[in-house]
């Protein structure tokens, strides 16, 4: 099966979108890699709750950063889905992504107000969301670790697409994320 080469080379992303991207990544690998790291320390040891903290000033920054980039692709003319059922997918693997990557620290964020723990971003003091309430810690922290895994299969489905789009469609589609 080969596919149509486009007609017209599609025009690159703003170097703010790739840099936010890739960035955001590094950023999604850092948060998963913190709270899976923790597991192999004694709880209450001080590396395990340095990893805590660091999981959770990551997933706060993952917050903040996914609004500059709604904001820049808002206004950057990011891709228009078009009709294609590809198109449609993407577009909506696309919208899962930017749920996700506000969901997950706004949940975070819910589960340690709920739990009556401190709430720090790099050491600042963030307010809490909710004052104590165990049952909602625990069934907003039971939700924060499903929509863990389902990251996973996001991030993983994403990744699956580029290098369909580089490898199978050659359609530029990787290129144009990756033009420095």
Known sequence: MSFPAPSAAPRAYSRLSIGLHWLMLALLVAVYATILLREGYPRGS???EALK???FSLGLTVFGLV???V????FGGGHRAGRSLADRGAALVHLALYAFMIAMPLLGWLTLSAEGDPVR????SLPP???PNEGLAERTEEIHETLGTVGYWLVGLHAVAALAHHY???DGTLRRMTAW
């Open 71 to 74: 904001i820049a692709r808002w």
């Open 53 to 55: 903290a660091w999981h």
């Open 168 to 170: 199978v469609m050659r």
């Open 46 to 48: 001080e590396i395990r």
């Open 67 to 69: 609004w500059v980039r």
């Open 121 to 124: 971003l790099f050491g600042l």
């Open 129 to 131: 969301l909710t004052g």
